[in-house]
């Protein structure tokens, strides 16, 4: 069986009554890795039924991560908020790992979001001193410019895909603005950030290509924002002390890849999920986008993992992981635990207590995540705002040009909402 065609057996009657004690995961119907291990596939990670019982089989498993490399995965609110600030573990993976062998699954662009600790550190201060609350506060009035732009431009009243017009166009021109790219250089940023979503984050000849020639217009335009700096971050990160050109190049395209797919993730599935229960889309109160938010990203967990390395043995809810292993928290199954959400399969807009672990936490915490909220919900208080009577429509058509590609027809439609 492949990784990406198993079939899930009810975990009970799939354990062996007798034998060795097998870690309860691989009953889940993951094909084994050559050494033995269950391999855990992204669509393993996203499907709250699966993660559901992982979660409720164990805390820790012994894995294989997308036919990638042995690991531990955590299922559990309270063991993954521990391990994430444990100084035991770190970002960087051992270089020892034997290379790639299966598919290309669980993964980002590798090499910026597992760099060796040190660069990481670096270019981690670089970022976190520039993107503060203020200049994120200071970019709300062109967050709110770009969302209604891009709605202005969408027909209402007729069937339009709510990806290709809003959710994907959205944060890369966010991350334009944030950055300051010019209007005339931004095709080059969403040649290469739509190539990479549509390719599902794999490293093709496409992305490869467009990879290299928006790496090649930031380097010029890092260069004149050298020499003669605006208000933007490509700017202020050029100023700091002791800056590289290569340093900042490396912190945009750590952004740029770390800052789109996540919020169009959010954007998609929880605008569908809002639009598809009957009445939440309608009664969408103003007063709680905040707490919206924060249940959207609690419920849609857009990114699914957050991942360490072992520096020295730890001991984990009863289990030693020894040093060099992979932690994997499995962020959708420690939002959804039980323990510490009360009835977690529930979207609750006012939900008092919410510690979701959506960003992540500890030395590698989102960057992001003040933006990414203002984003947030910039989105969906103007959707809701500009369009009560918004719905999802039954045009299930492929798009012509990429027949794969995932598509969200929706109609925006701006007449108000009938007295109730
Ligand atoms: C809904 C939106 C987003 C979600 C759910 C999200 C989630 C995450 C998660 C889970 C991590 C890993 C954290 C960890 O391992 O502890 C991360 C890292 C990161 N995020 Fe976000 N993110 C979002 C938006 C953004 C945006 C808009 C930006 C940039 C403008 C951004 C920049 C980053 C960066 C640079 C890192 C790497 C941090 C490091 O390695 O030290 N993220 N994000």
């Not at 033995?36 to 820790?60: K, S």
Request: charged share 25%; hydrophobic share 40%; net charge positive.
């Amino acid at each position: 069986m492949t990784s990406k065609g198993f079939i899930f057996m009810d975990i009970d009657r799939a354990q062996p009554p007798t034998g060795p004690k097998k870690d309860p995961v691989e009953s889940l119907g993951a094909d084994m890795c050559p050494a033995g291990l269950p391999t855990v596939t992204v669509q393993m990670l996203r499907d709250p039924d699966t993660l559901r019982r992982m979660r409720e089989a164990g805390a820790v498993h012994h894995v294989n991560m997308g036919g990638r490399e042995p690991g531990w995965i955590l299922t559990r609110h309270d063991a993954a908020a521990k391990a994430l600030v444990d100084p035991r573990l770190r970002g960087e993976p051992p270089r020892a790992w034997p290379s790639r062998t299966g598919p290309q699954e669980v993964t980002d662009e590798e090499d910026l979001f597992f760099l060796p600790d040190d660069v990481h550190a670096r270019l981690r201060r670089m970022i976190s001193r520039q993107l503060t609350p203020r200049r994120v506060a200071a970019l709300t009035a062109r967050i709110q410019r770009e969302a209604d732009r891009l709605l202005d431009a969408v027909a209402p009243a007729e069937t339009v895909d709510f990806i290709a017009s809003f959710a994907r166009p959205f944060p890369v021109a966010v991350l334009c603005e944030l950055l300051g790219v010019p209007e005339t250089g931004r095709g080059h940023i969403r040649d290469y950030v739509y190539g990479w979503i549509a390719e599902g984050g794999e490293a093709t000849p496409v992305t490869k290509s467009a990879g290299l020639a928006m790496t090649e217009y930031l380097e010029s335009l890092i260069a004149r924002r050298w020499t003669r700096p605006g208000d933007d971050l490509i700017s202020a990160m050029a100023q700091a002390d002791g800056a590289s050109r290569t340093d900042v190049l490396s912190a945009v395209r750590l952004l740029l890849i770390a800052g789109h797919r996540p919020v169009t993730r959010l954007l998609t599935d929880g605008v569908a999920m809002l639009l598809a229960r009957p009445g939440l889309w309608r009664h969408l109160d103003p007063a709680r986008v905040e707490t919206t938010v924060e249940e959207l990203l609690r419920v849609v967990t857009p990114t699914s993992l957050s991942s360490r390395y072992v520096k020295a043995d730890i001991e984990i809810d009863g289990v030693v992981l020894p040093e060099g292993g992979g932690v994997h928290c499995a962020l959708g199954a420690v939002n959804r635990d039980p323990a510490r959400f009360r009835d977690p399969d529930a979207f609750d807009p006012a939900r008092p207590d919410n510690p979701h672990l959506a960003f992540g936490l500890g030395h590698k915490h989102c960057l992001g995540a003040a933006l990414a909220r203002v984003e947030a919900r910039t989105a969906i208080a103007t959707l809701a705002r500009r369009f009560p009577r918004m719905r999802l429509a039954r045009d299930r058509q492929p798009r012509p040009d990429r027949p794969g590609a995932r598509r969200m027809p929706v109609i925006l439609d701006p007449s108000p909402t009938p007295a109730p």
